[in-house]
């Protein structure tokens, strides 16, 4: 029963986090390698608004999740936008970029700046209560990771089929030329992708990071699980964005339980290889199949 | 007259057009003209060691071994189209597989560094053979992935040192085997790049990046083809990790850091991608510079991504296609 509701919350980490990178990927073709980059980002701007400019939870939750999205923007119209059509440059910017947030967050002396190093950087968690469901003890935290991330999902659901600006976005998902030919300015939709994506990683920061502590390792950890989900599931597919995060997270959990939580990267790793030599384009990959495969 | 009814004009200058063909042959000149930037670089390259101070003796050393990861980074992302942004891999490969053959069975190191460049490349083109059969952005990820899951992987098992490495593995007999060594290398694979990608090997490889169809329809295997450059270049980047174990007599964590992945794709991009002379400039550029700012720790690695994001953004051909214009071609201003 533990393993059954702990994964449950673990396959909605998963999902949270491969959201972002997903929609991304999905709409622009664009591998955003500053994914992990931005999750750590905004958990470190709400911590600075909470600690620094002492604003009240919500508010810094609200104003770190506009940087975010924000900069998703910058990063499109200043970086990535030039690079279009170019696939080497993209991977590389964005990797560069990546890298120029995560490590910036290291840097220490600059302009007063202390550098975020070390174990005291936390979030506070919404309710700090635990409650028993089938026997099992839960924290509220995980239960909001299930209830908001569950409606997360669905949001998005909703905007991509019921909304003008997500019916855009998928017609530009789905074929980019045709859309371009009814009048769907293919760089705004990579813009808007780029800027939901990053408030995605920003929701899933903040849903996530009160379960423990804040380091900037964590952005590579969260690009990997990212990355996974994407892979394993189809790059650019949704049904296996869902079908992969519960694959990955009930194994990460059942792993992790066997044999300690050191071995989570090689229990992703190990997932991606099968996958790879067995069914190479995901296991929903069925619509890109032919544009990926040689 | 305004500046925009002005156009610059670029034209060869006559000794480029002389000294193309076969018939530069009969010329001093025109053979010169061709050799010369050749013969400055190898020369600077053999000379430089015999003037440096011990300490910049090192860190020449450790620019050669970031040149040679930027041939392979130059070599898989432009004359094959595998961008690799997990070259660490490669290094950590080499140098624990060599670092442990000396330190458990006490293997020499002229025995060593060739098993651990073998083994190395052997291992790193198994890890990557699953994407290989994929276009797209899919060898770039699991590269990426790699090094940080080999890093977890060591700290899980806790074989090889784990978080504390090994020390006291043999060093190279002097400074001097050191260097000429690293240079030797650095030379050899510059200029066997430069064949090969001109041969029918490179060929086949660059069509396979412009339109793996196509070549598939000729009937060739071009998943065999990825394999062997994949190879090729984790040989190199093995043989840099299992000298740079035995240049420092150290090894641990630190070779799969984010500076060998991300400082040889600087110097590329800085250098000028697919010149692959114009990697190893930006390495013994960027190098002496990061050496300069050892103190700042992390400052490093954003240093190279802004210089990377800024020559990509504003000038991507890079170092060598400027100087290359500049020597080749001569330019005026026009009347339009």
């Known amino acids: ?294 | 007259m305004t500046a925009s009814e002005q156009r610059k004009k670029r034209i060869e200058r006559s000794i480029t057009v002389r000294s193309r063909s076969i018939y530069a042959l009969s010329s001093w000149r025109e053979m010169t003209f061709l050799l010369l930037p050749r013969a400055a670089l190898v020369a600077s390259l053999c000379i430089l060691p015999l003037v440096l101070g011990m300490y910049w003796q090192r860190v020449f050393c450790a620019a050669a071994i970031y040149a040679m990861l930027a041939l392979a980074f130059d070599f898989l992302a432009q004359f094959v189209g595998l961008v690799c942004l997990g070259l660490s891999m490669f290094i950590g490969l080499g140098g624990y597989i060599s670092g442990g053959l000396n330190h458990y069975w006490g293997w020499p190191i002229w025995l060593s560094i060739p098993a651990a460049s073998l083994a190395g490349a052997v291992l790193g083109t198994l890890a990557l053979v699953p994407c290989l059969r994929l276009r797209g952005v899919y060898f770039a990820i699991i590269s990426f992935m790699l090094p940080l899951f080999l890093v977890s992987l060591i700290i899980a098992t806790s074989i090889l040192g784990s978080t504390e490495g090994i020390s006291s593995l043999d060093n190279l007999p002097n400074i001097w085997i050191e260097q000429y060594l690293i240079i030797g290398a650095l030379l050899l694979v510059l200029f066997g790049f430069r064949r090969l990608v001109t041969e029918d090997f490179g060929v086949i490889l660059q069509g396979i990046k412009d339109n793996d169809q196509a070549v598939k329809a000729s009937g060739i295997d071009i998943t065999a083809y990825r394999i062997k450059a994949v190879f090729l270049a984790a040989c190199i980047g093995s043989f840099c990790g299992a000298y740079l174990s035995h240049l420092y007599g150290w090894l641990g964590l630190s070779m799969f850091a984010m500076d060998f992945s991300i400082l040889p794709i600087a110097a590329t991009v800085m250098g000028g991608m697919g010149t692959l002379a114009g990697p190893v400039i930006g390495a013994f550029i960027l190098t002496p510079l990061s050496e300069g700012l050892r103190g700042f720790g992390q400052l490093r690695v954003v240093l190279y991504s802004l210089l990377l994001l800024g020559f990509i953004l504003y000038k991507p051909e890079g170092i060598l296609n400027y100087l290359e214009r500049k020597y080749f071609q001569f330019e005026r201003w026009e009347k339009v």
């Open chain 1, 1 to 294: 029963m533990e393993i059954i509701i702990y994964g449950a919350v673990n396959s909605m980490v998963f999902m949270l986090v491969a959201s972002g990178f997903a929609l991304v990927y999905g709409v622009s073709r664009i591998p955003n390698f500053a994914h992990g980059a931005i999750y750590v980002l905004v958990g470190f701007l709400a911590w600075s608004f909470l600690n620094d400019l002492k604003l009240p939870y919500a508010l810094a939750i609200l104003l770190s999740l506009l940087v975010s999205a924000l900069l998703g923007v910058l990063i499109y119209r200043f970086v990535l936008m030039r690079l279009r059509g170019m696939p080497t440059s993209e991977i590389i910017a964005s990797f560069a970029v990546s890298l120029v947030i995560l490590e910036g967050l290291r840097l220490q002396g600059i302009a007063g700046f202390k550098g975020f190093i070390g174990p005291f950087y936390s979030l506070p968690p919404f309710l700090d209560a635990k409650v028993k469901i089938a026997g099992v003890f839960l924290d509220w935290q995980r239960l909001f990771i299930l209830g908001l991330g569950s409606l997360v999902l669905l949001a998005i659901y909703l905007f991509t089929h019921y909304s003008k600006a997500g019916l855009k976005l998928r017609a530009i998902a789905q074929d980019e030329q045709a859309a371009m030919m009814l009048g769907i300015n293919s760089d705004r939709a990579a813009m808007m992708s780029l800027a939901l994506g990053s408030a995605l990683a920003g929701t899933a920061a903040i849903l996530i990071l009160p379960l423990g502590n804040l380091a900037v390792e964590q952005g590579y950890h969260v690009l990997i699980r990212a990355l996974a989900v994407c892979i394993v599931g189809g790059l650019g597919s949704w049904a296996g964005t869902i079908i992969a995060s519960l694959v990955l997270g009930y194994s990460v959990i059942l792993s992790t339980k066997l044999f300690g939580g050191v071995w989570e990267s090689v229990v992703l790793v190990g997932t991606i290889i099968v996958i790879l030599l067995l069914k190479p384009s995901g296991l929903m990959g069925k619509q890109k199949e032919l544009e990926e495969r040689v």
